[in-house]
């Protein structure tokens, strides 16, 4: 946990850094960084680590899966531009975990994670034509967690958040653009939904509600996109890194086995890398 608090606090500061950013790209032409329409699909590779605060439940992996996201630019006078886009994830994979729960031990689980998110923010371009765009939205995010072992269950976790940010683009030289997205997650509810009757068909399937503002995110990412003139596509590189901090849930009570159920105080890193084409 200790860790994951000092990498919380690098996260923060690279945000608050970027508000204000002081890196310099190459001069170029406004419409050689950003088209009206954008196109982007690729392949993500993720490391996943999710750990609870009494340290009974830690599941940690790598995961693949897909990505793609489609953006709209559109002038709004001459200088500036509107911004609107959508993104989806689908990742999946075999997590690692030992630990005990109220059905036994737990020993790994399989695991696949959805997530969405509509964005709408405003380009601002600077003197030297580089590209700067704060940003704001409304994302969804769905974890499957199907637990193995004598006390396996599946669980459902569901997250509905508001992702406020800000992005830069600019050249780095002929045919390759860069920059960074710096991001706060503020947090507005969700659930986790516990199949306990997976382990004993006496038990219920409590689901737990984790309320608005108990808990908060970031994310942090460098991309860098080399473009095809002849094709008209263009090949990007991402590495990211994530982080969740979610508190204790309310309560529920477990029929057949009269205790409350609850989701702990956990937190969840993930850091990948993004490869992707764009059309």
């Given at each position: 946990?200790?860790?994951?608090?000092?990498l919380k606090s690098f996260l923060l500061m690279a945000l608050c850094f970027f508000i204000f950013p002081s890196?310099?790209?190459?001069?170029?032409?406004?419409?050689?960084?950003i088209d009206t329409f954008n196109f982007k699909a690729g392949a993500d590779f993720r490391y996943l680590d999710y750990d609870t605060s009494d340290s009974n439940e830690e599941f940690d992996g790598p995961m693949f899966g897909v990505a793609g996201?489609?953006?709209?630019?559109?002038?709004?006078?001459?200088?500036?531009?509107?911004?609107?886009?959508?993104e989806l994830e689908v990742l999946g994979g075999s997590l690692d975990s030992d630990g005990q729960n109220i059905g036994g031990s737990i020993d790994g689980s399989d695991d696949f994670l959805i997530e969405t998110r509509g964005l709408v923010g405003y380009d601002y371009f600077t003197d030297n034509s580089n590209l700067i765009t704060p940003f704001t939205g409304i994302g969804y995010r769905y974890w499957n967690n199907d637990i193995d072992g004598s006390g396996g269950f599946k669980?459902?976790?569901q997250y509905w958040y508001a992702p406020i940010g800000i992005k830069s683009l600019g050249s780095l030289a002929e045919n390759w653009t860069g920059g960074i997205t710096a991001e706060y997650d503020l947090f507005l509810?969700?659930?986790?939904?516990?199949?306990?009757?997976?382990?004993?068909?006496?038990?219920?399937?409590?689901?737990v509600d984790q309320d608005p503002f108990d808990?908060?995110?970031?994310?942090?990412?460098?991309?860098?996109?080399?473009e095809f003139e002849e094709r008209g596509h263009s090949l990007t590189f991402e590495?990211?890194?994530r982080y969740w901090d979610l508190d204790k849930s309310g309560t529920k009570a477990v029929t057949g086995a009269s205790i409350d159920y609850f989701e702990p105080e956990n937190e969840t890193l993930s850091y990948g890398i993004r490869l992707s084409l764009s059309f």
């Open positions: 946990m200790e860790v994951r608090r000092i890196f310099t790209f190459a001069e170029n032409n406004a419409g050689s960084v996201d489609f953006f709209y630019h559109g002038i709004s006078n001459m200088d500036n531009y509107l911004m609107a886009g959508i669980r459902e976790v509810g969700g659930t986790v939904k516990s199949h306990l009757s997976d382990i004993d068909s006496r038990y219920n399937d409590p689901e808990g908060h995110g970031f994310r942090f990412s460098v991309h860098l996109t080399r590495p990211y890194i």
